[in-house]
């Protein structure tokens, strides 16, 4: 009993140690000057095609991009089973083979990406890769839809709920009731926060929770939303489904619309991502091949 006891009271100190660190992140965003909304932040550097850089028949199987803190991009190739790892010019690095399809990426650590499997939807894992020596370092059978965050937790996307557990120690780290169908492919991660939107496509609402305070939050915009990304304030970048860029505030109250000249390396995109050690965004059409990097002004 009191063995079991002590059990119990490690992993709650495990799990409410992973919940302090994500409320810390968040707290760091936002320790930083936020931008005026809509105002000029990037501009665009360079594109890519990687129609001609890359195999033509790469482009179209594209289903996850991210950025690492060097520079290096990783391409998931959903089905042609591999990862695929270039540079921010188009040269490929490496390959990295894998035995399921990868349909999420996210980074760990600047050499190390967890890359969501999914053979069926009885049959998930979540798999960790060294991109330096092309190994794999782990594997973690998960029940739905999941993600890698913070190195610490993965997020089970369920119907109407998300599930977050500690994978080390396979505790619960929080429960939470979003109310509405959302999918991981819908979800983006930000320090403390977790954003995402309804199934539902005739929905404006871009919902968000937040460990600080342990409530959900939404807000209504002009078009409906489907990718997103944080930049170094915490605010964010969303594309919505009419080609129009909304800059939102950290704290998800207000937003504005980019206007057409500041929104030109980002309207006719499917991926949008940016790296804050990097302080480059990546936008990515997956029809075109046409990839741009944007630097901060």
């Known amino acids: 009993m009191l063995q079991e006891l002590l059990s119990y009271q490690r992993n709650e100190a495990i799990c409410q140690n992973s919940k302090k660190k994500l409320i810390e992140q968040g707290m760091d965003e936002r320790k930083i000057n936020p931008y005026k909304l809509g105002k000029t932040i990037f501009y665009l550097h360079h594109q890519i095609d990687l129609k001609s850089k890359l195999h033509v028949s790469f482009i179209g199987r594209i289903t996850d991009v991210v950025m690492m803190d060097d520079g290096r991009l990783v391409i998931c190739l959903c089905t042609m089973h591999r990862l695929l790892i270039c540079n921010t010019d188009g040269l490929q690095v ?69 599930v977050i557990d500690d994978y080390q120690t396979e505790e619960l780290v929080e429960f939470v009731e979003t109310h509405c169908n959302q999918s991981l492919r819908k979800i983006h991660f930000s320090g403390d926060r977790i954003f995402y939107r309804d199934k539902d496509q005739s929905k404006h609402n871009l919902h968000w929770y937040s460990f600080t305070n342990n409530k959900l939050y939404t807000v209504t915009l002009p078009s409906i939303p489907f990718k997103m990304t944080t930049i170094q304030d915490g605010s964010l970048y969303v594309l919505c489904k009419d080609r129009s860029v909304q800059h939102i505030s950290s704290n998800g109250k207000h937003f ?42």
């Open 94 to 162: 490496a390959i990295i083979p894998v035995k399921r399809r990868p349909c999420h990426l996210t980074p760990v650590n600047n050499t190390m990406v967890a890359v969501l499997l999914n053979k069926s939807f009885v049959s998930r894992r979540i798999e960790i890769y060294d991109i330096n020596n092309k190994h794999k370092l782990q594997s973690i059978p998960i029940n739905r839809e999941g993600a890698f965050w913070d190195n610490t937790v993965i997020v089970v996307s369920t119907s109407s709920s998300l």
């Open 256 to 297: 504005k619309s980019l206007k057409t000249n500041q929104s030109q390396g980002f309207s006719d995109c499917d991926r949008i991502l940016y790296n804050s050690k990097q302080k480059k965004m990546f936008t990515l059409n997956i029809s075109t091949g046409i990839a741009k990097i944007l630097h901060e002004l």
